[in-house]
């Protein structure tokens, strides 16, 4: 009893040495940054408002949003503060800026997290051809994945395809030099990733995992995560000869031997540090690998933080 009394006081020491790191850090470099004084008039269609003739697939910072479709999972109040990650419904967080979505699904076709399920993914699929439909140049990348420990859905990709068909964007490694304007009318840039099913192939409608690729390492330490994003991010090549996306992710996980077991309060550590973020890629010269930023329970400023980046790139000011 003693033992454990003594971790958790090791811990709650940890974390509160980390989250004064990240403190002193913003206050001794700041969170400005070119364009992070910028605010798009309509984030729901901030992509247009960047001219979709000039604005190229590889400037983009596209703001993300982890475990997307986790606004209703679980029982409220009972096992849902344990697995939801997002707040807002799908269709909410495109018109809030959001442009990379990241679901997780099951044999049946549920959405889930871990062993906690919610709607069908059919609710993703119709929430995001509505934003499609009322928008004409905002391009989504849509991950889809088998959540671990479950099997592939039969005949999943046949699905997308019948779904998503006349948005979809077609694998394919010039996509990355391209402007939105040579992309449309196609919207959608579906990443499907099956545990046991064939890939998809070069060429076909959806994209293979290789072409979304990231460094995530499960911790509930906020300095520890961020300094960990910035190690894997100034690994990677730079924007301009990269074929695949590369994705970064603000968040935190609440761990198994803390009491502090809900998502909301152990993200909440590094949540408000995405623009703290930026700034330092500045700072340690690796800004110009920066792609997507993905987060838990997306807010309007962090998506103006991605845009703003995106709109100084566009300038020839990033």
């Known amino acids: 009893m003693g033992s454990q009394v003594s971790k958790q006081l090791e811990k709650r020491k ?15 470099s700041g969170e400005t940054y070119p364009g ?4 798009p008039s309509d984030r729901k269609n901030w992509m247009a408002g960047l001219s979709p003739e000039k604005l190229h697939i590889n400037q983009i910072v596209w703001p993300g949003t982890h475990d997307s479709a986790t606004n209703k999972i679980g029982i409220p109040m009972i096992t849902r503060p344990f697995a939801q990650c997002q707040s807002l419904s799908i269709y909410r967080q495109l018109c809030v800026g959001t442009r990379v979505l990241d679901v997780r699904v099951q044999e049946d076709r549920r959405v889930c997290h871990g062993i906690l399920t ?11 051809k509505k934003f499609l439909s009322e928008t004409h140049s905002e391009i989504v990348i849509l991950e889809i994945r088998t959540e671990f420990g479950h099997d592939d859905p039969p005949e999943f990709d046949k ?6 068909g006349e948005y979809l964007i077609h694998q394919d490694d010039n996509v990355f030099g391209k402007t939105i304007a040579e992309l449309l009318p196609k919207r959608v840039i579906c990443v499907w990733k099956p545990r046991k099913s064939p890939a998809p192939k070069h060429g076909s409608s959806l994209w293979s995992a290789g072409y979304l690729k990231d460094n995530w390492i499960d911790t509930d330490l906020p300095s520890t995560k961020f300094e960990s994003n910035m190690k894997h991010l100034s690994e990677q090549p730079p924007l301009s000869s990269r074929k695949f996306f590369y994705r970064v992710e603000n968040t935190v996980t609440p761990q198994a031997d803390n009491p502090i077991v809900c998502v909301k309060p152990v993200t909440n550590r590094i949540h ?12 340690k010269g690796c800004a110009d690998k920066l792609q997507i930023f993905s987060t838990d329970f997306i807010d309007e400023d962090f998506v103006e933080a991605c845009v703003g980046l995106t709109q100084a790139r566009v300038e020839g000011k990033a």
């Open 14 to 28: 940890a974390i509160s040495t980390e989250k004064k790191a990240l403190v002193d850090l913003g206050g001794s």
């Open 36 to 39: 992070s004084d910028y605010r």
């Open 118 to 128: 919610t709607y069908s993914v059919d609710v993703v699929i119709q929430e995001l």
């Open 159 to 164: 699905y997308l395809e019948e779904q998503l």
């Open 272 to 283: 408000g540090y995405a623009r703290l973020f930026i700034t330092q890629c500045f700072s």
